[in-house]
């Protein structure tokens, strides 16, 4: 038996990847990653595990796993683990930055075209037929997660009461974690119920009870002025915060961007939205238009930076931590519910959304035909949303030729 055969029985890494083989590898990802989390992180699989023998594929899952526990965008913190796994310190920082680099210069260049451009009639027809497009990635997307993440009729109420929440204008912080609160909490009760236990002291004195007495003073927001640091701040505080998909965002983004500071208009989310969709790597990556958006090359690298730092920072700290979090009935409770309110956010940012992007008969058809082509054929959605944009230039160039 050769040594690689050897050390793959024994569920050791066959190969240690060096720097220079993550940044190639990782740089090409990001260069060609299309159609969201789940297919980068495929993608990843049959790169480190089938094709190279760089981990095997029980190690793989283990930082599979590692990365459903975190807040952050999953196929990034998983370059990040593999770099960290491969060549330490050095590795995460290359993996995850080679992963990140190209979709940040894209996103930028199509930030720059829009800023130039974005009022002239064949990119405002571009956007026109995108729009419908990414309602409908969003509803797969809610499909898809909805199934796995709704285990149990308490999940399904969190979800319906999250929704309602969230219409009625409660922060979605609030939502976020008190979903997983509420859910965690009742695990831990019901062990204690089991074994006999007084629970009203741990009721009383539990994170659920401190969260809610504070909870108005969370989700009283005012207006704020811009500036480089508020914007730095502000995803800095959704790359810590953000579970589940990365679709999850747009709710972030509409509730203080749009609703409560007035920086961007629906119209430029929506256009936001549209730019993450169609380019390649992380949907994160979103975060840079709106950057460049509001502030040149210095607000999409501030941007970039907040958003994307949490992942490297909860990446170093996890890694000691996984074997006991996998192990732990609450925390995977406290998980499952914040899931579950993760999807109700994009309930609702999804009908919010869908009032700006479905504008006519036209657009609705747009939107409906791709629902159906999504679920019927699951075609990639990146080729869907380009499919959708030159639709539009199309039609809007017949009507104003």
């Avoid at 399904?156 to 974690?177: D, M, P, R, S």
């Avoid at 983004?253 to 939205?273: F, K, N, P, Y």
């Avoid at 992942?311 to 996984?322: D, N, Q, T």
């Amino acid at each position: 038996m050769t040594e690689t055969s050897k050390n793959k029985a024994s569920g050791k890494i066959a190969k240690r990847a060096s720097l220079w083989e993550l940044a190639v590898l990782f740089l090409r990802l990001g260069t060609t990653a299309f159609g969201g989390p789940a297919a980068h992180i495929a993608m990843m699989e049959a790169e480190v595990v089938r094709r190279r023998g760089w981990l095997t594929h029980e190690e793989f899952l283990d930082l599979l796993g590692a990365t459903n526990l975190i807040p952050g965008p999953n196929s990034t913190e998983m370059a990040i683990h593999i770099g960290h796994r491969q060549a330490g310190w050095l590795g995460l920082l290359v993996s995850g930055i080679s992963f990140i680099l190209p979709a940040v210069l894209i996103v930028t260049g199509f930030a720059w075209a829009y800023v130039r451009y974005g009022s002239l009639p064949q990119v405002t027809g571009i956007l026109y037929g995108v729009k419908p497009v990414i309602i409908a990635v969003v509803l797969q997307a809610l499909w898809s997660l909805g199934r796995s993440a709704i285990k149990t009729k308490l999940l399904a109420v969190i979800g319906i009461v999250g929704v309602l929440l969230t219409f009625l204008g409660i922060n979605e912080l609030l939502v976020l974690f008190g979903g997983g609160l509420v859910v965690g909490v009742g695990q831990l009760v019901m062990r204690q119920i089991k074994n006999g236990r007084n629970v009203l002291s741990l009721i009383s004195a539990s994170p659920l009870a401190i969260f809610f007495q504070s909870g108005t003073t969370a989700a009283t927001t005012t207006a704020a002025a811009f500036g480089l640091v508020p914007l730095f701040l502000f995803f800095l505080k959704v790359g810590s915060v953000l579970f589940g998909s990365g679709y999850v965002l747009l709710a972030f983004l509409r509730a203080d961007l749009v609703e409560r500071w007035h920086w961007l208009t629906e119209s430029q989310l929506l256009d936001a939205i549209a730019v993450g969709q169609v380019t390649p790597g992380p949907v994160f990556t979103t975060a840079t238009f709106i950057g460049y958006v509001l502030s040149g090359t210095k607000g999409a690298a501030v941007a970039t930076l907040g958003i994307f730092l949490p992942a490297f920072v909860f990446v170093a700290a996890s890694g000691p931590l996984v074997p006991r979090l996998r192990r732990s009935v609450t925390a995977g409770a406290f998980l499952d519910g914040v899931n579950v309110a993760s999807l109700a956010l994009m309930v609702v940012v999804t009908c919010q959304l869908g009032r700006s992007a479905l504008v006519d008969l036209t657009t609705i058809a747009l939107a409906l035909t791709s629902v159906l082509i999504l679920f019927r054929f699951r075609l990639n959605s990146a080729w869907l949303v380009l499919g959708g944009g030159i639709a539009g230039w199309l039609l809007y160039a017949r009507v104003h030729i």
